[in-house]
Structures are given as C-alpha cells and as structure tokens.
C-alpha cells in the first residue's frame, strides 16, 4: 500500500473533500469531545436551575420556620405574662381576703361588746322597772 505524500505532510482530505491540518480521527474525536462538552454544560446549566430552585425552597423553609418560631415564643411570653398576671390578681385576692377577715373580726368584737352594752341596759331596764 503506498503512503499518501499528503498524509506524510501532515495534510489530509475530509468527506467533504476539504484539505485538513488534523487526521479524520482526531478531528471527529475533538468534534465529539466538542458535542460532549456541550452536552455537559448544558446538564450543569440544568443541575444549577434545579439547585436554584432548591436553595429558593429551602430559604422560605426557613423563613417560615423563623416566622413559627417568633410565633410560638411570643405565645410563650403571652402565657408567662398571662400566668405572672394571674399570680399578682391571687395575691390581691388574699390579701383582701386577710383584711376582710380582719375587718370580720372587728365587727365580731364591736358586736359582742354592743350585746354586752344590750345586754346591761337591758338589765338595768329591768332592775328599775322592778324597783317601781
């Protein structure tokens, strides 16, 4: 088989009948490489829009679960609130509850010794009636 003169140069022919500087082999291996290369920055141009989306998601996740989270922490300080409130009011109420009773005893001394009062003019009515 004879060697083309062409070949040995370093030119060579394609399909189309064009003269070439690289091999037919190398030439389709670099346009396949080109195509696989595209293919592959098309796939991550794919893989960054779905990580996009992704990263959108999870950042309102997070947002709502910081929204949730102030929710419940404010219900948290409510109740405290509501119990701190509660407390003071049962304080009040005992301490009314104390001078009531205090003010009950009063009334049961000042009752007693108005009775007593009764009681001796009551008595002394009595004693003066008879005596006339």
Do not use: H, W
């Not at 009775?115 to 006339?132: A, G, Y």
Request: charge should be negative; include cysteine.
């Amino acid at each position: 088989m004879a060697k083309d003169p062409l070949a040995e140069a370093g030119f060579y022919f394609d399909e189309l009948n064009k003269l070439r500087v690289l091999e037919p082999d190398v030439s389709q291996k670099t346009s396949e490489l080109k195509e696989e290369c595209k293919e592959f920055v098309d796939k991550i141009g794919q893989f960054q829009k779905i990580v996009g989306g992704l990263i959108e998601m999870v950042d309102e996740l997070a947002k709502e679960a910081e929204t949730e989270k102030m929710r419940a922490i404010g219900a948290r300080n409510l109740l405290k609130s509501v119990a701190k409130q509660r407390e003071a009011q049962q304080q009040q109420l005992q301490a009314l509850i104390a001078e009531k009773k205090m003010q009950l005893e009063r009334y049961r001394i000042e009752y007693e010794a108005l009775s007593k009062v009764e009681s001796e003019q009551n008595e002394f009515i009595d004693q003066f009636i008879l005596q006339k």
